[in-house]
């Protein structure tokens, strides 16, 4: 009998707790990306996050101390992204910064929990350098160099990362997410009063907020390219 129990005993399967594999950061940033991509939600909590990996909220201290440094660390996953998503050589510097720019806003719409705090975290991570690199090296085959160079990507850098985390927050809290006009409103004008307003009424309605990005990052551009030929 005890030799029976033995081997009972021996061939019972190893608890899940036993079995289960450590959990590492990279567990949480892959579970994080997940829940930031959610549509119509601007906010990530340790306890959404706990409850993703299927672990208690405590355990993700273990690789994030604070709420900022797991932000951080995910933003900085949308710069690498971004880079990663711009094809166009430097050497093609116009072209280069508007695909920069587009993907910018295509990784910030994918993922707006992350985006809306684009403007107010610096990640001193890789994929922030490298996106700096990145535009500074646009620049510099422009013509560019020194304080000059320094400014305008600063002004473009500034411009991209506002534009497109405001307009990853407004399509997060749209009621219809397929909406792209860039003023919401009726936009009513007494011609008397207002009358530029009351007769581009239509023109303004029709604007769509994409192409008036873009529209942004194209001046800047153009008015980057002037600065190098003066």
């Known amino acids: 009998m005890r030799e029976g129990k033995e081997s009972d005993m021996a061939s019972k399967p190893t608890t899940s707790k036993a079995a289960k594999a450590p959990l590492d950061r990279e567990v ?9 991509s959610r549509p119509h939600s601007l ?3 340790y306890r959404e996050l706990g409850n993703e990996v299927g672990v208690d909220p405590t355990a993700i201290y273990r690789h994030f101390l604070k709420k900022e440094s797991l932000m951080q660390e995910l933003l900085d996953r949308l710069f690498k992204m971004t880079c990663e998503r711009t094809k166009t050589p430097v050497t093609d510097w116009e072209e280069c910064l508007i695909e920069f720019a587009e993907a910018t806003l295509d990784t910030f719409l994918e993922y707006p929990a992350i985006a809306v705090t684009a403007t107010s975290l610096t990640t001193s991570g890789q994929g922030e350098l ?5 535009m500074l090296s646009c620049f510099a085959q422009a013509g560019l160099e020194g304080k000059e160079l320094a ?3 600063a002004i473009f850098g500034a411009y991209v990362l506002a534009g497109a985390a405001g307009l990853a927050r407004d399509e997060a809290e749209s009621a219809d997410a397929s909406g792209n006009e860039w003023f919401a409103g009726p936009l009513l004008a007494d011609p008397a009063k207002n009358p530029l307003v009351a007769s581009l009424r239509e023109d303004i309605l029709a604007l769509d907020h994409r192409e008036i990005f ?3 990052v194209r001046q800047i ?3 980057a390219k002037i600065k190098s030929q003066a």
């Open 28 to 36: 949480f940033v892959e579970a994080a990306l997940r829940l930031a």
């Open 214 to 216: 873009l529209a942004g």
């Open 130 to 134: 490298d996106s700096i690199e990145l």
């Open 43 to 45: 906010s990530l909590t």
């Open 221 to 223: 551009i153009r008015s």
């Open 151 to 153: 400014e305008q990507y």
